[in-house]
């Protein structure tokens, strides 16, 4: 059964922490996407991978940074968590060249106080 | 960039059939349609897939229209374990993933 795991379902954090969020998937994917999920704004992407080291910005990805330095690991690091970035964090994986039909994570909630 | 509408939610009793339409009335040629169940405190899961005409597998059936304008989610003989929220997106495949909108989805409450 293919897998996304992300390293923890609930988080809660101190606003100017700094923060990983951990995805793994056990599929081989080059693809890997970070989303937030709001209430009522649906999923938003962050972040996504295309391959080892490489990314590009998604529509939201002021306050945060990425790292894939191995191909099934995807890390999301927020600098200095705010308040703003309490939410659900989604992370998925897709096999190119699609990226409509993707495998996403449990999601990790996190808290910023 | 294909932007969809659909319901904010629906409601249903088990043993019905619910359809859930969406609209994406600038869908282009290469475009694929496709559907995503999310059920409370997970990811979202890919439920079916189509370009054109009817799509069936043990999940659900995806109904498109010849003018690709909307496209419709079928689930037969809904259950309480249905109650989930549902997302069509709309975008061709191996695009860049800019094109990425998974929008804000159909809540559906199925009741006993």
């Known amino acids: 059964d293919v897998k996304v795991t992300q390293s923890s379902r609930y988080l809660v954090k101190r606003t100017g922490e700094k923060v990983f969020l951990e995805c793994v998937q056990d599929?081989?994917?080059?693809?890997m996407f970070w989303y937030r999920q709001d209430p009522g704004l649906g999923l938003r992407l962050i972040y996504f991978?295309?391959?080892?080291?490489?990314?590009e910005k998604g529509d939201i990805p002021e306050g945060y940074s990425v790292s894939r330095e191995k191909k099934e690991r995807f890390s999301l690091i927020l600098e200095s968590a705010s308040t703003n970035q309490t939410s659900m964090y989604l992370c998925?994986?897709?096999?190119?060249?699609?990226?409509?039909?993707?495998?996403f994570g449990p999601g990790t909630r996190l808290t910023v106080l | 960039l294909a932007k969809t509408t659909q319901p904010i939610s629906m409601d249903s009793y088990e043993g019905q059939e619910v359809n859930i339409t969406c609209s994406h009335n600038?869908?282009?040629?290469?475009?694929?349609i496709t559907w995503y169940q999310q059920f409370p405190s997970q990811g979202p899961r890919f439920i079916i897939q189509?370009?054109?005409t009817k799509v069936t597998n043990e999940v659900a059936s995806l109904f498109i229209p010849a003018d690709r304008k909307s496209s419709t989610l079928s689930l037969p003989r809904v259950s309480l374990s249905d109650t989930a929220v549902y997302y069509c997106?709309?975008?061709?495949?191996?695009?860049?993933?800019?094109?990425?909108?998974f929008g804000t989805g159909t809540r559906l409450l199925v009741s006993p």
């Open positions: 599929m081989d994917h080059e693809n």
């Open positions: 998925a994986s897709s096999l190119p060249p699609r990226v409509d039909t993707q495998y």
């Open positions: 991978s295309y391959d080892v080291k490489m990314k």
């Open positions: 189509g370009y054109k």
């Open positions: 600038n869908i282009a040629t290469n475009d694929y």
């Open positions: 997106l709309v975008v061709r495949g191996n695009t860049g993933f800019q094109k990425l909108v």
